[in-house]
């Protein structure tokens, strides 16, 4: 197994309370050299637009969202994957492009934190953006579209649902997705769980008239003539996608977020139809190789090589991002083994760990340097082993607070207590209960929204006596 570099970059040189590694904030400043590339993910703001958190100007880009241009890249919505074409290094587009991956009727009601739309199955979670309906209110018939990523299993972890109030202005239904069970003779194939009979569809732009089998096409239904719940569908058109667009071309220097959907080593594997491989020199954030299996969300920064493939410089784990903030228990520090102990947490420390001392200002602050009692600030993730690596450490003076932060392993509404890092976090009717913006929530909407083993929640005591004691706060994170 290739050892990887975990965190090793110029951010640690800055305390990690001051910058967000990997996060993406956009800098002001420019360089005179043009860098062509494509950024695709989630859009997370405007003000031109920022999409995985970096903000890019788009002035003179064209926007487009399906079929359509647009005048304005607020016509897009906070949510929607994107794909964003131009100066990469100096985040100026020249395109903005937004493409469903499915838009059409849904097939029934939803089932826990799901339901289908023409046979694709949608999961939802916290920070699923809604328009112009809700989870609750989707009913079978309701025309939607959506936005989001391809998991393993060929589902789409939404990121975007819209209602479209007036059907009328459809004029077609559409899905994006992986040729599955392709019968050339029969004209047939499957995408997620909806079958497909291209046999009568245009399909010019298809080599020698039909797909590949796991290809990226577009399937579009100009008649809209798919009846809910049916699960089939009679094609007018297959054509085939690319998600990097007209700009995938060797040398092109690609960010991208994706979810993994298969392993075929420990230096390479798939995001989406995207082929990565990684490297020695491969920059890991929150994560290791090990952490790379079918599911991981992650962001992958590289350049495209003559065969297509991304050469990965940077990982980011997207779901991984662990954090606590407490004091060290008695007897907490192991030395010789690494390990570091906060309530009852062991936080293991390497030679990649970025340590700093703000309490008195050690120069050469490590492990040796803490002792019972000291107050850590403390930031890592959640490896192969169950293990929560620290990447950056801090010694802070004492506080009241504690924080503990990571994916809800176990929830219990009834009992009114969730599992974070090993610790289970009790609530009473003081316990102030937050969604993704900060929004109040009742016991009932902040228990429904949480997935166990996704979604990441943020636990507070202020002040903190005990982890028996309820939690003052708890919040939604992303």
């Known amino acids: 197994m290739m050892k990887s570099k975990i965190v090793l970059s110029l951010c640690l040189s800055l305390p990690f309370w001051l910058v967000a590694c990997g996060g993406g904030s956009s800098s002001s400043e420019t360089t005179s050299e043009a860098t062509p590339g494509i950024s695709s993910g989630t859009i997370t703001g405007f003000g031109s637009v920022f999409v995985n958190g970096v903000k890019f100007n788009t002035d003179n880009a064209t926007i487009s969202r399906g079929d359509d241009s647009v005048n304005d890249v607020r016509e897009l919505e906070i949510g929607m994957v994107v794909r964003v074409q131009g100066d990469i290094q100096n985040r100026i587009a020249s395109s903005v492009s937004f493409e469903e991956d499915v838009k059409g009727p849904a097939d029934g009601p939803v089932i826990g934190a799901s339901f289908s739309v023409m046979g694709q199955t949608i999961i939802t979670d916290p920070a699923t953006v809604f328009n112009n309906t809700s989870l609750s209110a989707i009913a079978a018939g309701d025309i939607l579209e959506i936005s989001g990523l391809r998991n393993a299993d060929d589902d789409i972890v939404a990121h975007f649902v819209e209602k479209k109030t007036n059907p009328a202005n459809i004029n077609r239904y559409s899905l994006i997705g992986h040729v599955r069970n392709l019968d050339t003779n029969a004209r047939t194939f499957n995408i997620d769980n909806l079958a497909i009979d291209y046999s009568g569809a245009n399909v010019n732009d298809l080599a020698a008239g039909n797909p590949v089998a796991g290809q990226l096409v577009e399937v579009k239904d100009d008649s809209k003539a798919y009846v809910p719940g049916s699960l089939n569908i009679i094609a007018t058109k297959v054509e085939p996608q690319n998600r990097l667009g007209n700009g995938g071309i060797a040398g092109a220097k690609v960010e991208i977020e994706s979810i993994v959907t298969q392993v075929n080593s420990a230096s390479e594997f798939v995001i989406g139809n995207l082929l990565v491989r990684t490297s020695a020199a491969t920059l890991f954030l929150f994560g290791t190789t090990d952490n790379v299996v079918a599911g991981a969300r992650l962001e992958v920064e590289g350049v495209l090589d003559g065969n297509g493939v991304l050469q990965a410089n940077k990982v980011k784990f997207e779901d991984n991002d662990a954090r606590l903030q407490a004091q060290v228990d008695t007897n907490g520090v192991d030395t010789a083994a690494g390990i570091v102990t906060l309530l009852g947490i062991p936080v293991s420390i390497t030679s990649a760990t970025g340590m700093e001392d703000k309490r008195d200002g050690v120069s050469s602050f490590s492990l040796a340097d803490i002792g019972d009692n000291d107050y850590l600030e403390i930031r890592g993730f959640i490896d192969a082993n169950n293990t929560f690596v620290a990447t950056e450490l801090r ?27 090993g610790v289970t976090v009790n609530t009473n009717s003081s316990t102030e209960l937050k969604g993704l913006n900060d929004d109040r929530l009742t016991t009932s909407q902040f228990f429904d929204a949480i997935v166990e083993g996704l979604t990441v929640v943020k636990a507070k005591w202020d002040p903190f006596s005990d982890t028996s004691q309820p939690a003052k706060e708890l919040e939604l994170e992303d």
């Not at 010694?395 to 392993?409: H, L």
Request: net charge positive.
């Open 395 to 421: 010694r802070d003076k004492s506080d009241s607070k504690v924080e503990i932060r990571g994916p809800v392993s176990v929830k219990d509404p009834v009992a009114g207590t969730v599992r974070i890092l």
